[in-house]
């Protein structure tokens, strides 16, 4: 939006600094300082027109659009506290669960399933949908889309896991029903659907 006020005004001050060089050309007055001007103007309006986001996710596929307005990021450098005092394993499961929960909410919700060790991530939002329904539909715009990136944060999530709560623990992404399009067991990636 910013830059959409900036190509205004510079297309405005294109046109002032225009009829001035005109007038200068005229009336025989110097022509230096309103050419400058008009280049100025002239380059800066060009740099905001390019710059709006029209352009500049033209050359773009939805995907790659979607994946990155939902900023796939796992907050994976998050290391998950937990306690060793008299709390039980299940009160520290609980606990990075909420840690996991709070730190995944823009992506979605995070649910565990105590009896097979898994923290499986919902998607709801709605970008991050977008982009998973376009890579199942084409599995080779993974890389355009970032999906790598996406995938390695969520691995170093499953470490941060293993290190907090120890071996045997899984993290799955999925989009409601739907079959996991990643699963993550201790640090390793064991299913990626678009890889």
């Known amino acids: ?85 008299q709390v039980t394993q299940a009160d520290n499961e609980k606990s990075v669960a909420q840690q996991l929960s709070k730190a995944l909410s823009k992506l979605g919700t995070v649910s565990f399933d105590q009896s097979h060790k898994t923290y499986t991530l919902t998607v709801t939002n709605h970008d991050l949908k977008q982009t998973i329904a ?18 390695e944060n969520f691995t170093k999530t499953s470490g941060s896991l293993e290190k907090s709560l120890g071996k045997g623990y899984t993290l799955e992404v999925r989009v409601g029903q739907q079959s996991p399009v990643l699963v993550f067991k201790d640090g390793y990636v064991v299913k990626n659907q678009f890889e």
């Open 134 to 151: 376009a890579l199942t539909k084409k599995p080779s715009l993974a890389k355009q889309a970032k999906w790598p990136r996406f995938v």
């Open 1 to 85: 939006m910013m830059m959409l006020g900036f190509a205004i005004m510079g297309g405005l001050i294109t046109v002032i600094a225009g009829f001035s060089l005109m007038n200068a050309i005229h009336t025989g007055n110097s022509k230096i300082g309103v050419s400058l001007l008009l280049a100025a103007a002239l380059l800066g309006t060009i740099f905001a027109i390019w710059k709006l986001p029209y352009w500049s996710n033209q050359s773009e596929t939805p995907a790659a659009h979607t994946a990155k307005k939902a900023q796939l990021n796992s907050h994976a450098d998050q290391a998950f506290s937990t306690s060793s005092g």
